[in-house]
């Protein structure tokens, strides 16, 4: 079994600022990990996910996360962050049957 | 591409009475689809995994006679919420996934379902 936790609920940010949400995860198993963002009244979208081969990996509207294996974590960073980017963000982890398994989410919201 | 609809996107109903939320996948085939149920401020839950043609599979602590869900063509997976009461007040969202292909791992999310039950 796997279980995701992000370390922040909310986080405030200014325009332009730079913005890391961060997520730690437990499985017994190889896995695939994804962050999706979900924006008022819509559903999830997924911004990029890690499945194998480099650790770094860049997703849309510019954000890329770091797979980091010994501490078991996929944090996600934008170097400056839009009024557009205010949303709620998941971390999610499946093992090879695809099943997800999301963390509590983290509020982003970017003022001006 | 890959856009899934919910219907309804906002329910209300009577205590005891059943409610069915309809999944779509628009412009794909879903092989597998997914039912989550999210909590105010909290994350989703899975609940069930259906794949076309066949029985659910329910998560554990999910009730499956109460929770009926259908998945009879490629596009499209229903979930019958029976004899409702308020404690099934919750958001509900589905996903769906195309077997192999380049993006086998990736579920694509509807809007989501607003119950309530009053």
């Known amino acids: 079994a796997q279980s995701v936790t992000q370390l922040d609920s909310q986080v405030p940010v200014f325009e332009e600022a730079p913005v890391e949400l961060r997520c730690n995860y437990s499985s017994s198993v190889s896995v695939y990990l994804f962050w999706y963002v979900q924006y008022p009244n819509q559903g999830l979208q997924l911004l990029l996910k890690?499945?194998?081969?480099?650790?770094l990996v860049k997703g849309i509207n510019g954000f890329e996360a770091e797979f980091n294996k010994s501490q078991t974590s996929f944090h996600l960073r934008k170097p400056s962050v839009h009024i557009s980017d205010t949303a709620e963000y998941f971390c999610a982890v499946s093992d090879r049957d695809y099943k997800l398994s999301f963390g509590a989410g983290t509020t982003v919201t970017v003022r001006a | 591409g890959a856009v899934v609809s919910q219907h309804p996107s906002r329910v209300i109903c009577k205590s005891g009475t059943s409610v069915k939320i309809e999944c779509r996948s628009l412009?794909?085939?879903?092989?597998?689809m997914f039912w989550y149920r999210q909590f105010p401020k909290q994350s989703l839950m899975l609940m069930a995994t259906s794949n076309e043609g066949s029985k659910a599979t329910y998560e554990q602590g999910v009730e499956k006679d109460k929770f009926l869900i259908n998945h009879a063509s490629l596009t499209l997976s229903t979930l019958t919420v029976t004899s409702a009461h308020p404690e099934d007040s919750s958001f509900y969202i589905c996903?769906?996934?195309?077997?192999?292909?380049?993006?086998?791992?990736?579920?694509?999310f509807g809007p989501g379902t607003r119950l309530t039950v009053l």
């Open positions: 890690y499945l194998s081969g480099s650790t």
């Open positions: 996903s769906a996934s195309v077997a192999g292909g380049p993006n086998t791992d990736t579920q694509y």
């Open positions: 412009d794909f085939q879903a092989t597998t």
